[in-house]
T-cell receptor
Framework: KAGVTQTPRYLIKTRGQQVTLSCSPISGHRSVSWYQQTPGQGLQFLFE???????NKGNFPGRFSGRQFSNSRSEMNVSTLELGDSALYLC????????????FGPGTRLTVT | KNEVEQSPQNLTAQEGEFITINCSYS?????LHWLQQHPGGGIVSLFMLSSGKKKHGRLIATINIQEKHSSLHITASHPRDSAVYIC?????????FGAGTRLTVKP
């Protein structure tokens, strides 16, 4: 069974630009969660989707948004990029959410210059 | 004070030693996860617990819901166990993370 895939793996953007990251969950998994990891703040919860509905959102500004498609694939978007958005963005999939085992993708490393 | 506290922050052990990493949390939870992150960023879920104890090979995880505490034990540690171990709790439909414990096992 294929694991969680994320594209792209690496990305360099300029301040003010926007970016879209993609996550394909394990086949059959209906929940996708997104996390941001930085050296200063560690891992932080961004959002969780289940069956195309956002179930919760972490404490991030409105520039961070996401969506989930009917095939469970998910995208997250960051608009008006800031230097502080440089981070490793991880997605994880599970059957129904975080109270079940989560399977992590390899992450997208975003650098904002 | 963080809602999820891990100790120690850093741990160096000799190959073969028994290792314990602790996690305390201050919120109500529906589940607790132990994660392993190797250099390069990849994260692997080791355990998901809501009560009691689980064992996979040389790894054992326990949780005490009343005391809001969990421990991850590694028996007969090996250099390939060197990684960052992260405790995460599921609370109110989101996840809260500890800062991680960096484990180095020397041969």
């Amino acid at each position: 069974k294929a694991g969680v895939t994320q594209t792209p793996r690496y990305l360099i953007k300029t301040r003010g630009q926007q970016v879209t990251l993609s996550c394909s969950p394990i086949s059959g998994h209906r929940s996708v969660s997104w996390y941001q990891q930085t050296p200063g703040q560690g891992l932080q919860f961004l959002f969780e989707y289940f069956s195309e509905t956002q179930r919760n959102k972490g404490n991030f500004p409105g520039r961070f948004s996401g969506r989930q498609f009917s095939n469970s694939r998910s995208e997250m978007n960051v608009s008006t990029l800031e230097l502080g958005d440089s981070a490793l963005y991880l997605c994880a999939s599970s059957w129904v959410g975080g109270s079940y085992e989560q399977y992590f993708g390899p992450g997208t490393r975003l650098t904002v210059t | 004070k963080n809602e999820v506290e891990q100790s120690p922050q850093n741990l160096t052990a000799q190959e073969g030693e028994f290792i314990t990493i602790n996690c305390s949390y201050s919120v109500g939870i529906s589940a607790l996860h132990w994660l392993q992150q190797h250099p390069g960023g990849g994260i692997v879920s080791l355990f998901m617990l809501s009560s009691g104890k689980k064992k996979h090979g040389r790894l054992i995880a326990t949780i005490n819901i009343q005391e809001k505490h969990s421990s991850l034990h590694i028996t007969a540690s090996h250099p390939r166990d060197s990684a960052v171990y992260i405790c995460a709790v599921r609370s109110n439909n989101d996840m809260r993370f500890g800062a991680g414990t960096r484990l180095t096992v020397k041969p």
